[in-house]
């Protein structure tokens, strides 16, 4: 019974637990808590697929982009994980250049550090190894 749960209680903990630190697309962890997370907070923008809006390089007439691809397709991969996360904490406008409009909002009073670290694991699980092996290069 004790021991039952203790399992359970890890279990939660694991669930719940305020643990992850980068994003890292081989933890299955990490992957599996973002999955969620991204159909909850990003696919409405980014795409179930992660495939962006349609004409994402195209502004639209209130000078906003489009919401890009987080797949191969876009340039999500581009950047290093840094940057990453300090655009989904902080939103498009804290980090866009002066005179340039976003339409990306800001995370950061809505996720945690490690929930936002979740959903770029997950984003990176669905790159290829080419990109992932590129990006990776990136972050050093
Ligand atoms: C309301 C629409 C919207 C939602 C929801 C949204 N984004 Fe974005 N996002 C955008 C737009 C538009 C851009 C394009 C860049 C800009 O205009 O600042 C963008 C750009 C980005 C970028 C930088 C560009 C790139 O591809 O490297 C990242 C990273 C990003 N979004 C992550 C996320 C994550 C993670 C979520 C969910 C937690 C999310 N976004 C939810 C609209 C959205």
């Known amino acids: 019974m004790r021991g039952l749960f203790l399992l359970i209680a890890s279990g939660l903990l694991a669930a719940c637990g305020d643990s992850f630190d980068r994003a890292d697309a081989s933890d299955i962890d990490a992957v599996n808590a973002g999955q969620p997370l991204y159909a909850e907070h990003c696919?409405?923008?980014?795409?179930?697929?992660?495939?962006?809006?349609?004409?994402?390089?195209?502004?639209?007439?209130?000078?906003?982009?489009?919401?890009?691809?987080?797949?191969?397709?876009?340039?999500?991969?581009?950047?290093?994980?840094?940057?990453?996360?300090?655009?989904?904490?902080q939103g498009g406008q804290a980090i866009a250049p002066e005179g340039f409009t976003s339409a990306m909002p800001a995370f950061g009073a809505s996720l945690s550090d490690s929930e936002i670290w979740a959903v770029l694991s997950f984003i990176k699980s669905k790159w290829s190894l080419q990109a992932q092996i590129r990006q990776g290069r990136m972050n050093q």
């Open 43 to 89: 696919a409405s923008c980014h795409g179930e697929n992660l495939q962006g809006q349609p004409d994402w390089r195209v502004a639209k007439a209130d000078g906003t982009l489009p919401a890009p691809p987080h797949d191969d397709s876009g340039h999500t991969w581009h950047h290093a994980d840094a940057l990453l996360f300090d655009y989904t904490q």
